[in-house]
């Protein structure tokens, strides 16, 4: 059992910055892919980032075309924490946003962006960008 816990969301103006973070339990956090989802009211949740394990141990992130250039993947794993910097926030980022863990590598295949690849969820944390 991964259990997963978010902080760091919160109220902004559009253009500010935020960044969240997810602190992961578990004695091997560092095999574990990890991505970050939003869901916003009335919407599916959605693919944000991922920070993904590929052949020869090296991690790569992912983003979602509207967040590239802005936010930022990375991860700690002497911490058990993955982060996700947010600058130049809009208006169109307010969401909850989740972390996710996905234990068996399974989205090294390439389904990081796919809800269905992640084992584990947070519970989420809010974050409002106002204009």
């Known amino acids: 059992q991964v259990q997963l816990v978010e902080s760091g969301g919160g109220l902004v103006q559009a253009g500010g910055s935020l960044r969240l973070s997810c602190a992961a339990s578990?004695?091997?956090?560092?095999?574990?892919?990890m991505g970050w989802f939003r869901q916003a009211p009335g919407k599916e949740r959605e693919f944000v980032a991922g920070?993904?394990?590929?052949?020869?141990?090296?991690?790569?992130?992912y983003y979602t075309d509207s967040v590239k250039g802005r936010f930022t993947i990375s991860r700690d794993n002497a911490k058990n924490t993955v982060y996700l910097q947010m600058n130049g926030l809009e208006p169109e980022d307010t969401a909850v946003y989740y972390c996710?863990?996905?234990?068996?590598?399974?989205?090294?295949?390439?389904?990081?962006?796919?809800?269905?690849?992640?084992?584990?969820w947070g519970q989420g944390t809010q974050v409002t960008v106002s204009s």
């Open positions: 996710a863990a996905d234990t068996s590598r399974k989205s090294s295949s390439g389904t990081y962006f796919a809800t269905s690849a992640y084992d584990y």
């Open positions: 578990g004695r091997t956090f560092s095999t574990y892919n």
């Open positions: 920070i993904i394990w590929s052949v020869g141990g090296v991690y790569y992130a």
